[in-house]
């Protein structure tokens, strides 16, 4: 695929032909610039100026059907009666934004006159516009002020890859190797309404397809990969070849190569694994799920096909950089210095690391396989967030956490995972309770690549509550508008 947004200026006949040739002049500037800021993740390209509901349509249609469009950046350069915007609108598919940009940044004071307030119209034709949008109940992004703004070019960008994500999301598909871990409830979730409200689709297999194409896979494949780990991490003696556990290497690369192998044949995008269903694996896939996560792949453990779908979306939108599946481990309850541990048996995407991770072999307390490698580090410091999703049983939730990725101040010398330590916002206790009160799961994505902004994206398309965590957030307004929520969705 290769993703572009299109633009369009709207605009009516009324202005005559010299009006409008400057409307598409204005607009291909616009566009053009957009793209030379590189500011934009993906390339805009100026496709019309619509003046007439027949053109309007005929161009969401078009819009709708290349496969390559994610959505569009529509700007109203003059006043665009929106009347004629309905069909089109009614049958638009893909995200849009209403860009809210007038050409000129500056009033000119001394010049201006009738004819240039003619011409520089988003002030009101941006409402006539954003009215009809509203009216027919249209989800979109509106991103307001000047096309050179750096923070209306960095909005434009969340945008794009919120829409990327979604593109994705369309196509996505998720393999299952076995089913959740038995009795959990949060994992569960209705796969049919998932793939209506998301399009992802989600398929289950016994874990011996796997094992069978692990076997199939070439051991130069396996041994190619051993070579790899051995350059990229710092491994552990016992690991390396000649070494007691040089074996677990190989048998975990043997697991990826394979595993690797079946999720490119069927055109996966995310996977799941249990450890309740490791017929013939002889450990559980630590260091494979770690490594294919951090080729983009989307994961969930214990059979969580949802979050595995999230932790993908997410990484479309971060360009796969500090994303990582992850759970709410421990908690540090030192008043004012509250903080949450995350981290997994095994499954923590090395995207996240802060430097270069250490590549070891322990015992697992769980699942009853032999010792599993894996790789073990602290994750990088800074802004990020914690997102879930769930099945509320009628519609889907998103619950969004604004937290602040720390470093711990002791080394966490005897932890055999890889972590990372955070500070909720706007504290450990009103976003713990906030979360259990949205009925957040323990599973998440985490990202140190997005804002919440691309989820608040993501959400719209999706046409799903999401529930946002900040520093803003006061319990009592929040358990309103959650009882609100339930009533509006
Ligand atoms: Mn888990």
Known sequence: MNATIWFAAGSQHLYGPQTLAQVEADAKKIAQALNDSGAIRLNIQYKATLTCADDITAYMRKLNADPDAVGTILWMHTFSPAKMWIQGLKELSKPFVHLHTQFNRDIPWSDIDMDYMNLHQSAHGGREFGFICTRLRKERTVIAGHW?????????????????????????????????????AVTEGDKVAAQETFGYQVHGYGVGDLIDCIQKTPDREAAA?????????????????????????????????????????????????????????????????????????????EGDWKTAALVRAVKVMADNRGTSFMEDYTYHLEEGNMMVLGAHMLEVCPSIAAGKPRLEAFPLSIGGKGDPARLIFTAATGPAVNASIIDLGDRFRMVVNTVTAVAPSQPLKKLPVASVLWKPDPDLKTAAAGWIYAGGAHHSAFSTGITYRELDDFCSFAGIEMVLIDGHTDLFRLRQELRVSDRAY
Request: hydrophobic content about 40%; some cysteine; aromatic content about 10%.
């Open 148 to 184: 050179q703004d750096t923070q209306v070019q960095k909005r434009l960008d969340t945008w794009a890859g919120a829409a990327l994500a979604w593109a994705d999301s369309r196509t996505g598909k998720v393999a299952r190797f076995g089913d959740n871990m038995r009795d959990v």
């Open 225 to 301: 990969i051993v070579e790899e780990c051995l350059s990229a991490y710092d491994v552990t003696p016992e690991l390396l070849p000649g070494g007691a556990k040089h074996e677990i290497l190989k048998d975990s690369a043997k697991i990826e190569a394979g595993l690797a192998a079946f999720l490119k044949e069927g055109g996966f995008t995310a996977f799941t694994t249990t450890f309740e269903d490791l017929h013939g694996f002889r450990q559980l896939p630590g260091l494979a799920v770690q490594r294919l996560m951090e080729k983009g792949y989307g994961f969930g453990a």
